[in-house]
Every structure is written in structure tokens, then in C-alpha cells.
């Protein structure tokens, strides 16, 4: 589950992260409220207004923007509230601001540089650790470094039974250039970073630009934050974080009934019991010359109701032109799925493309006659060949 920048800082903060301290706001006068609290408390009399959407590159869609008075803030809070946001991350379609974070510029004069840094905490699945991934060219072209000057990211894998060491800590911050009381700044902020990140059951951190003040003082300027789902139910405070707003509604109605459902841009609906299944179904629409138009987990307890719930999701798209149920019946019995189906068909009524159901396993054969003799308008089949083939059949009609 993706969070806010601002709900990201608040978790960090609360591990002892230093961040750029911020207020958020959902409209042009909170927005002048919230600049006015942060020059009484952090004297800050310039502030940052950073539109607050799912997705990175904000800054060269023009959704972070420095304002020097609070004139200027409500102008540019005014701006950004409300604008479809198109950003690398977001897709031709843009995304919705509906609020901004007002935050402290730390971009203040000094004795010495400011300097951005690139640092974030992930898992690395391949090889069963954690990895802090770090890099001294931090900001918003981080992806162009990746691409042409990958020798300048470091990579350093934690074993998650230890976690990170106290070395491996000093190892970042010595790669990073630093020295000094910079140095251990570092060092404290990596150690915090890391235990927010496994304390938090999250699958990602990533900060960019991590800053190192004019006063050597090291902070977080962003934060995107991915929450892991499977964790959600140790930390409800965190489950009350999730922004429907800012998630596909038909995944967000998929996910109220348990489905586990991610739009795709093709012609056949796919409705399956099991991930790896569902992959292999994808394989066979394309084989058949069609284009998968979703993917649609029902779960092991596939029956009338879930069937009815998947056929509303897959329906609401358009482009669909028929629909391929694929079960395999392990823990269900294909029997009961077939009749969750001819039960499920006749509640919604006219369905208006053609159905292929495939089941295997247990109690396929009644399972087909079911099917078969329902008289509604749907295609069984047993044999992953004969699925492919009627997928083929109903697209050439």
C-alpha cells in the first residue's frame, strides 16, 4: 500500500528520523494557515508546496513549487490544488491533487555546501535480504544516474536475522563522502531509516534527496513509503492511511471482496483461482490472439458470490469481449464453482459477452455437465487446449 509524502515523514519522524517538517493542507487558506505555523516554529519564512500524489517526478510536473511569502503560497497552493498532475510516474492521464504539504525550506545559507544524497531500503527477493541502496547523486534525475552512471550506486545487503550492523552504517556514510559531524549524522539517520523500515512491516523506503543541511545536520526532503498489504492487520494506524482517492476504484471494489485485481489493456477478462494460474491464463489469451484485459485472483473459495463480484469488476471495462473463467479445483470442487457461475449468470441477468469456463481437479466432469446444460450462453471446457481454442473461436465471431 503506497502513503502520502506526509504520512511517510510522520513514521519516519516517529523512529527518530529528522524531516523536513511540513503541514498539510486541502485548500489555499489552510494553505497560509500552515506557512504562518511553520515561520512561528521553525522560522521559516520561505516554504515549499508540494502537491501530494502517489507517484514520483512531481518537481518536473510542476507540482513543487518555492514560495518566498504567503502571497505566493496561496497563489501556488491555489494552483497546484485541484490540477490534473502529469508527472513520468503518472501515465498521460495525470493524477488529482486534492492537498498539499507546506514545508519548511532547509535549503538555508551556511558555512559549508548543501549536498542531496539518494537513499532507500528494499528487498531483494532473489537473494532472501534487505538492501540499502544509496547513491551521492541525489534529486530528482536519480533514474538518469541509474541508466548512465550505475557505478555511482551503492548497494549493501542486510541479513535480516542481524539486521543492519553498526559498520555496515559507517560504510554508507564513508561511501557518501562525509566526514565529521556530517559523518555521524549519517550514520544515525541510516540506523533509524532501517529500523523504521522493519518495524513498519513496509517493502519499500526510498528518500530523495536525503539533504545534508549548510549545518551538517542530515533530514529526509521526501519520502515514498510502500506499506506490504500481508502486514497491514499488525498496524491498523497505518491501514487508516490508505487514500482511496488516489487508487483505480475498480481495484479499490475488487479488494472490498477480497479479489485481488490489476486492469490491464486488453480484450479478455480472466478470472482464475491462484497467481501462478492466472499468469499461465494470460499466456494462453495471447497464444489464442486475444489480450489479457486483467488480472483477477478469486482465491482458493471461489463460489457464487466471489464469481458474481468478478464478473462486475470485469464488466465495468469496456474493452472486454469475452470473459475465461480458469479453476482449477483443489480445495473447491469444480462442481460447486460451475453452479457458483450458472448462479452468479442468472443474478446479473443478460451478460453481454461470451463465457469460457474451464475447470480441472476435483469434480470436473459434473462440473462440465452443469455447465453444459444450463442452457446460458457459456463455453465449457476441461483441457487448457481446448480453453485456448474457444477463446480463438468467440474473438473470430
Not at 550505475?150 to 542481524?162: T, Y
Not at 462440465?368 to 483441457?383: N, P, R, T, Y
Request: glycine share 10%; hydrophobic share 40%; proline share 3%.
Amino acid at each position: 500500500m503506497n502513503i502520502h509524502e506526509y504520512q511517510g515523514k510522520a513514521i519516519l519522524k516517529s523512529f527518530g528520523v529528522r524531516i523536513q517538517e511540513g503541514i498539510v493542507a486541502e485548500t489555499p487558506a489552510q494553505a497560509v494557515e500552515a506557512a504562518k505555523k511553520l515561520k512561528q516554529e521553525y522560522n521559516s519564512d520561505w516554504v515549499v508546496v508540494k502537491a501530494q500524489i502517489h507517484a514520483g517526478g512531481r518537481g518536473k510536473g510542476g507540482g513543487v513549487k518555492l514560495a518566498k511569502n504567503l502571497e505566493e503560497v496561496k497563489e501556488i497552493a491555489g494552483q497546484i490544488i485541484g490540477m490534473q498532475l502529469i508527472t513520468p510516474q503518472t501515465g498521460p492521464e495525470g493524477k488529482l491533487v486534492s492537498k498539499v504539504l507546506i514545508a519548511q525550506d532547509v535549503y538555508y545559507p551556511g558555512e559549508s555546501e548543501t549536498k542531496e544524497f539518494y537513499v532507500s531500503v528494499l528487498l531483494d527477493r532473489a537473494k532472501g535480504k534487505n538492501i540499502v541502496m544509496y547513491s551521492t547523486e541525489g534529486g530528482m534525475d536519480i533514474e538518469h544516474v541509474a541508466e548512465h552512471t550505475p557505478h555511482l550506486i551503492f548497494k549493501e545487503e542486510v541479513d535480516p536475522k542481524v539486521g543492519l550492523q553498526g559498520f555496515q552504517a559507517r560504510k554508507i556514510a564513508f561511501n557518501l563522502g562525509l566526514s565529521g559531524e556530517a559523518f555521524k549524522e549519517m550514520v544515525k539517520f541510516i540506523t533509524a531509516l532501517y529500523k523504521a523500515y522493519e518495524a513498519t512491516d513496509s517493502s519499500m523506503f526510498e528518500i530523495n534527496p536525503v539533504l545534508k543541511t549548510s549545518d551538517n545536520k542530515i533530514m529526509a526532503v521526501d519520502a515514498k513509503v510502500n506499506l506490504d498489504d500481508n502486514g497491514l492487520f499488525r498496524h491498523p494506524d497505518f491501514a487508516a492511511m490508505r487514500d482511496f482517492n488516489e487508487e483505480d476504484p475498480t481495484e479499490v471494489e475488487a479488494s472490498k471482496s477480497n479479489l485481488n485485481y490489476v486492469k490491464l489493456d486488453g480484450n479478455v477478462g480472466c478470472m482464475v483461482n491462484g497467481a501462478g494460474l492466472a499468469m499461465a491464463t494470460m499466456d494462453i489469451i495471447k497464444i489464442a490472439g486475444g489480450e489479457p484485459a486483467n488480472f483477477l485472483d478469486v482465491g482458493g473459495t471461489a463460489n457464487a458470490e466471489t464469481v458474481k463480484a468478478g464478473f462486475n469488476i470485469i464488466l465495468k471495462d469496456p474493452n472486454v469481449r469475452a470473459i475465461l473463467i480458469n479453476i482449477f479445483g483443489g480445495i473447491v470442487r469444480c462442481d460447486r464453482v460451475a453452479q457458483g457461475v450458472i448462479d452468479a449468470y442468472r443474478e446479473i441477468g443478460n451478460i453481454p459477452v461470451p463465457i469460457i469456463v474451464r475447470l480441472q481437479g476435483t469434480n470436473a466432469e459434473e462440473a462440465k455437465k452443469l455447465i453444459d446444460e444450463s442452457g446460458l450462453k457459456v463455453f465449457s471446457a476441461i483441457q487448457l487446449k481446448e480453453a485456448a481454442a474457444l477463446v480463438t473461436q468467440v474473438l473470430a465471431d
